[in-house]
């Protein structure tokens, strides 16, 4: 169900997307090798399942896309984001070490929307809290991104803002 009001939504990366720190738990370079994508050990790497689909379904209800991560593994985020085919959806990555603010600022000044036409997905609480405050609503990510989770996502933004 499209949201006149809302226009993008943001993610965050690491546990909201895909269940690892880019940082810390897998190795970049990232390769495709027999379908699958892998880190520089051969080891497999995955999102979480209903990623692939929430992508596609909300960028084809006519959402803006955006990712939001404080990882310091720059590259090997961006490399995964185009392995896992998700280039198509993201109008705006900001993707560097600092505060969220700092990447939201960023996303409202490319885009000319206000922070009351955002929502963004995040698995931390300090970064929930800190885009809240901005006036984004924010939602807790537990167990990553699903449908379920976008869909009550968008059920707080509607209570909040409509």
Not at 2 to 17: A, M, S, W
Not at 28 to 39: L, R, S
Not at 99 to 125: A, L, P, Y
């Amino acid at each position: 169900m499209k949201v006149d009001r809302l226009k993008i939504i943001v993610f965050d990366l690491d546990y909201t997307l895909w269940p690892f720190w880019v940082d810390t738990h897998v190795t970049p370079p990232f390769k495709k090798k027999n379908g699958d994508i892998v880190d520089s050990y051969g080891s497999k790497i995955k999102c979480y399942p209903e990623v692939p689909e929430v992508l596609k379904e909300l960028k084809e209800q006519g959402y803006e896309l955006g990712v939001a991560s404080r990882t310091s593994e720059i590259r090997g985020a961006q490399q995964l984001i185009e392995l896992f085919g998700w280039e198509k959806y993201f109008t705006y990555k900001e993707i560097f070490p600092g505060s969220k603010v700092t990447h939201f600022n960023n996303i409202k000044k490319n885009s000319s929307r206000h922070f009351d036409e955002m929502i963004f997905f995040d698995d931390e609480s300090r970064n929930i809290s800190d885009i809240n405050r901005i006036g984004v609503v924010s939602v807790l990510v537990r167990n990553g991104v699903s449908k379920d989770v976008v869909q009550k996502g968008i059920q707080q933004y509607i209570k909040e803002r409509v």
